[in-house]
């Protein structure tokens, strides 16, 4: 059974940096684009920032640019998120999710993780 787990979320001032990890289990995910997506209260899920398994490339949105790394650990099969100089308007549940398929669609959730950053 393919399972994600996030972790390392959290409640900090703004300007504050936190780690979010992935630790997916059950399966590998080298080969494979991996990803962060968000969800604040009351909005649709966003998504954050990816990591293709093939050539490991990355893509942003722009509200994260320069702000947000993405970056995974294969050794591990962990994926993680850097955030630095947080906002408010970070505040969400972040998912981690795994296997980009058509549509920009994943076929593997995990179940999140809260970040909330406060003023």
């Known amino acids: 059974q393919v399972q994600l787990v996030e972790s390392g979320g959290g409640l900090v001032q703004a300007g504050d940096s936190l780690r979010l990890s992935c630790s997916p289990s059950?399966?590998?995910?080298?080969?494979?684009?991996m990803a962060w997506f968000r969800q604040a209260p009351g909005k649709e899920r966003e998504f954050v920032a990816r990591i293709h398994g093939i050539g490991g490339s990355t893509y942003y949105i722009d509200s994260v640019k320069g702000r947000f790394i993405i970056s995974r650990d294969n050794a591990k099969n962990t994926l993680y998120l850097q955030m630095n100089s947080l906002k408010p308007e970070d505040t969400a549940v972040y998912y981690c999710?795994?296997?980009?398929?058509?549509?920009?669609?994943?076929?593997?959730w995990g179940r999140g993780t809260q970040v909330t950053v406060s003023s």
């Open positions: 059950g399966r590998t995910f080298s080969g494979n684009t």
């Open positions: 999710a795994a296997v980009m398929t058509s549509g920009g669609k994943y076929k593997y």
